[in-house]
Structures are given as structure tokens and as C-alpha cells.
């Protein structure tokens, strides 16, 4: 198994271009979210699903839109690419609906917008 | 919403040594606090969790304590050695249990 994987690894942006971030985890699980990871802070969740079809608003979804069509994929976009934006976004999955299981991150994209 | 205020922000330790990292939640409903230890450069990775409904869970040199009334946990590692030097995450979950909320982070030095 692959696990969570997240491409690119790495993006430049300049302030207003889009973009979609993918993650994909082949461990068939149903819970997926992402997160940011700003310098010297904890993880702020954006978005989550629980599972095909359901997507659901975390502590910072604005600017940032997902969907869910299939089990595997949980891509993120980003509408109009905003400096704030400038982060390290990973994402997760796990096996239940629930929390209460591991959650896997991917390895993470660092973005940069100018 | 939940918010968890993590301390130290920072922690310095001889190699050996103990390092305690404390963690308060502002939801009584919370019942999941995973730990998780982030390596520079690399993805956050489960080190041990505990429910609501124990007091106590340990995991070789490392353990966690709950205190559901006083609404905060805390992460022990003992015999510290220099490969835990990372940053350490705590989290609780939200009442429905379907987001988490992480605390800022500690940063671990361990000195050999």
C-alpha cells in the first residue's frame, strides 16, 4: 500500500491564479480531511468527509473548496490564491467515520503565493 | 468550538532525562487526545492516545495522563533519547467526533 500520498510536493502561486492539491489513500478508508500547517503552529483543519459524496467545513475553510467523489480521492482547490495562503497543507485519512482511529497524513505540500 | 492550548511551547532536556508537555481542552464533550510527533520536514505520526473513559494509557517510555474534570492531558516521556527531539502535537476531538483540534505544538530538544 502507498498509504496517503499528496501531490505536488511543492507549488509557487502568484496572488489570484487557482489550483487543486490531490490526495489520494488507498486504504480504503472513509473519514479524509485537510489541514494547514502555518511556521510554529499546530494543524488548523480546512475541510473533511466522511466518506463518498459528504464533505463538511473545519476551523478555516474559506478560500478553499473539496470534493469527494470516489473513496480514494479528496482533492483541495484553491479558488484565487491569496498570500495568507502560504503554507504547508497535509492531508489525512483513517479508517472509521469516527475519530478514534490513526489518523495517516500524506507528506505534505508546501505552497508558496506571491 | 474546541480550543487546546498546549505548554511548553519550547522544552529543553538532558538525554535521560524525563519531558512532561501539558495540554488543557475547553470542551467537556471531547472523549479522543491523540499525541502526535512531527520529525522536521516530515509528516505528523501517531504516538499514543487515550479515551475518555481511561485515566491512563502507557506505551513503553511513553505515557499519557487524563484528568476529564480539570479538562486537561498530558504527555510523559521518560529516558528521553536524542531521536525524540521533534515537535509534539496534542489534539481532543469535537462533541459530534468527527474534527480535531490541535494544540500549537512543543519543541523537544533532547542534548546527548
Known amino acids: 500500500n502507498a498509504g496517503v500520498t499528496q501531490t505536488p510536493k511543492f507549488q509557487v502561486l502568484k496572488t489570484g491564479q487557482s489550483m487543486t492539491l490531490q490526495c489520494a489513500q488507498d486504504?480504503?478508508?472513509?473519514?479524509m480531511s485537510w489541514y494547514r500547517q502555518d511556521p510554529g503552529m499546530g494543524l488548523r483543519l480546512i475541510h473533511y468527509?466522511?466518506?463518498?459524496?459528504?464533505?463538511d467545513q473545519g476551523e478555516v475553510p474559506n478560500g478553499y473548496n473539496v470534493s469527494r467523489s470516489t473513496t480514494e480521492d479528496f482533492p483541495l482547490r484553491l479558488l484565487s490564491a491569496a498570500p495568507s495562503q502560504t503554507s504547508v497543507y497535509f492531508c489525512?485519512?483513517?479508517?472509521?467515520?469516527?475519530?478514534?482511529?490513526?489518523?495517516?497524513f500524506g507528506p505534505g505540500t508546501r505552497l508558496l503565493v506571491l | 468550538g474546541e480550543n487546546v492550548e498546549q505548554h511548553p511551547s519550547t522544552l529543553s532536556v538532558q538525554e535521560g532525562d524525563s519531558a512532561v508537555i501539558k495540554c488543557t481542552y475547553s470542551?467537556?464533550?471531547?472523549?479522543?487526545f491523540p499525541w502526535y510527533k512531527q520529525e522536521l520536514g516530515k509528516r505528523p505520526q501517531l504516538i499514543i492516545d487515550?479515551?475518555?473513559?481511561?485515566g491512563e494509557k502507557k506505551d513503553q517510555r511513553i505515557a499519557v495522563t487524563l484528568n476529564k474534570t480539570a479538562k486537561h492531558f498530558s504527555l510523559h516521556i521518560t529516558e528521553t533519547q536524542p531521536e525524540d527531539s521533534a515537535v509534539y502535537f496534542c489534539?481532543?476531538?469535537?462533541?459530534?467526533?468527527?474534527?480535531?483540534?490541535f494544540g500549537g505544538g512543543t519543541r523537544l530538544m533532547v542534548k546527548p
Open positions: 489534539a481532543a476531538d469535537n462533541n459530534a467526533g468527527n474534527m480535531l483540534t
Open positions: 489525512a485519512s483513517s479508517y472509521t467515520t469516527g475519530l478514534e482511529e490513526t489518523q495517516y
Open positions: 487515550i479515551r475518555s473513559n481511561v
Open positions: 486504504m480504503n478508508h472513509e473519514y
Open positions: 470542551d467537556s464533550a471531547s472523549n479522543y
Open positions: 468527509s466522511v466518506g463518498a459524496g459528504i464533505t
